[in-house]
């Protein structure tokens, strides 16, 4: 029995010191969360001195605003096609940087091509707006190559706004798609390729028949990775259209903080914030799944 006990303590004690962290954790967690779901139950809150409960009314009034379901396809539009640019890009680079060249060359476009990842949401946004400005320089060089006439208004212009909100996207996200496939990259047994060489094969038949299959359990939890943060991203869209022009690249994220702080609609964007809460955590549980199978 006294051992026992004596095993019990031995075993416990390094749960006793990192109680503290999980207590506050967990506080700092379950609050906020418990009144953002508090508040999508009452009519305007922190606005109206006494909010009245009205139960599932705000989600109800929720489903019939077009605003919230064009946020919502806008939302599906810009996660899906920045996540298919981060992994395009990011595993185009992260192929050629591994490659077998001069070490020091190597290193060097390893470095620079993970710059955009170290810059904050609003310098990307920033120097992307002046750049795509009328008079910016990619106005100006696709001028030069004769495909366009005339200078076009890439993020105050709402049939161009999204493309241009993309292009962000793609290259402030890659680095992070880039680093995760090299280390995979890195992994991939040689002896797969040169089996493959004696067979003929070339880069391509290699890519697909060798990297790809080799780098699936990567590329799989990556990828959700990557469209959970991109599904709830923020800043970057905030900082570079302000969910303009009109509404062209409102997201769900962007509306939340609109309906917050512009309209202070506290207990409609509230109900929003429970929604993008309940889709993330959908993704977050494939991707826990996944990361459970791995282990």
Not at 171 to 185: E, N, Q
Not at 214 to 221: A, F, W
Request: proline letters at 5%; hydrophobic letters at 50%; glycine letters at 8%.
């Amino acid at each position: 029995m006294i051992a026992t006990l004596r095993q019990m303590t031995t075993q416990g004690t390094p749960y006793l010191f990192v109680l503290p962290g999980l207590v506050i954790l967990g506080a700092l967690l379950s609050v906020p969360l418990y009144k953002v779901v508090e508040y999508s139950l009452y009519d305007n809150v922190i606005v109206e001195r006494n909010p009245t409960y009205v139960g599932l009314d705000n989600y109800t009034t929720l489903l019939s605003d077009p605003g919230y379901w064009s946020a919502g396809l806008n939302t599906v539009v810009f996660t899906v096609g920045s996540v298919l640019g981060h992994m395009i890009v990011g595993i185009g680079l992260a192929l050629l940087v591994n490659a077998d060249i001069n070490a020091r060359a190597r290193t060097f476009f390893r470095s620079m091509l993970v710059l955009p990842w170290i810059f904050t949401a609003v310098v990307v946004a920033l120097n992307w707006q002046l750049l795509l400005n009328p008079f910016g320089l990619i106005n100006y060089v696709l001028q030069w190559l004769g495909l366009i006439s005339e200078p076009l208004d890439w993020l105050g212009n709402p049939d161009y706004a999204m493309w241009a909100l993309l292009l962000i996207s793609t290259w402030r996200g890659y680095p992070f798609i880039m680093v995760s496939f090299l280390s995979g990259l890195q992994t991939v047994p040689k002896e797969l390729y040169e089996a493959a060489e004696i067979d003929g094969a070339g880069f391509w038949h290699k890519f697909w028949h060798v990297t790809l299959p080799q780098l699936k359990p990567v590329i799989y939890g990556v990828a959700l990775l990557d469209l959970i943060w991109t599904f709830q991203l923020f800043p970057l869209v905030w900082l570079s259209t302000g969910g303009g022009p009109g509404r062209a690249t409102e997201v769900l994220s962007t509306l939340t903080f609109r309906l917050a702080f512009v309209d202070f609609q506290f207990s409609q964007a509230a109900t929003v914030a429970v929604s993008i809460l309940i889709i993330s955590a959908a993704f977050t549980l494939l991707y826990l799944r996944n990361e459970a199978r791995r282990v």
